[in-house]
């Protein structure tokens, strides 16, 4: 199972002062490459007490502001985001053998954000997020589908509005690390931190 990263290195002078271009430097590489769902992320969240609990979400957009994703505001991860707002993003492109891990805090978004995406989504995922309960038990998948079918016949005529506990989250960055695999485990790791004063600054840390 073990593979010999080769493939490319990554210097300090490849590197965009600003991590926000040089995100999306890497992203749009990663979509490029035909990689499936290259905004796909893990999200780590730890409640007050400090348990963890790690999901993957999707990526909607980012900005110099940071990094959006939506869920249902009843989730685990909200209720976890309501405790402790310190979070941890990583986009495992392994395929490319590179990863950027991001640390930071995450905000709720606005009303008006979350309408602008919500009324982009297919008729499908809006009703889903009026179907489920996330992250509650439930006995069947029967009771899911009762519940689509019921959203279905209630919303069949006019748009369907967003729900009063659905909403999306923006990951303002503190840290962000781009990672590229290299020969004998000797992998190239470029982390940017934030400085009081808002500017970047950028370290080799040691693989």
């Known amino acids: ?84 707002n310190r979070v941890a993003l990583l986009f495992p492109w392994i395929a490319l053998e590179r990863q950027v891990s991001i640390t930071g805090s995450a905000e709720k978004l606005g009303s008006m954000e979350v309408l602008r995406y919500f009324i982009t989504r297919p008729f499908g995922s809006q009703l889903a997020a009026w179907t489920s309960p996330q992250s509650r038990v439930i006995t069947s998948r029967s009771i899911l589908e009762g519940k689509l079918a019921e959203m279905k016949r209630k919303f ?31 992998h190239d790791r470029f982390q940017y931190s934030l400085e009081p004063d808002g500017s970047w600054s950028c370290q080799r840390l040691a693989p």
Not at 20 to 43: D, K, T, V, Y
Not at 55 to 67: E, I
């Open 1 to 84: 199972m073990r593979r010999d990263y080769a493939e490319h290195g990554l210097r300090r002078e490849d590197l965009d002062a600003d991590p926000i271009r040089q995100f999306e430097r890497w992203f749009q590489e990663a979509c490029s490459a035909g990689l499936l769902e290259p905004n796909a992320m893990s999200l780590a969240t730890s409640s007050a007490d400090g348990r963890p609990t790690l999901r993957t979400v999707l990526l909607k957009g980012f900005d110099s502001r940071g990094f959006v994703f939506f869920t249902n505001l009843e989730s685990t991860k909200a209720r976890q985001i309501a405790e402790n």
């Open 156 to 186: 069949s005529e006019g748009k369907v509005p967003v729900p009063s506990f659905w909403g999306g989250y923006r990951v303002s960055p503190h840290t962000i690390e781009f990672w590229q695999g290299r020969t004998n485990r000797l």
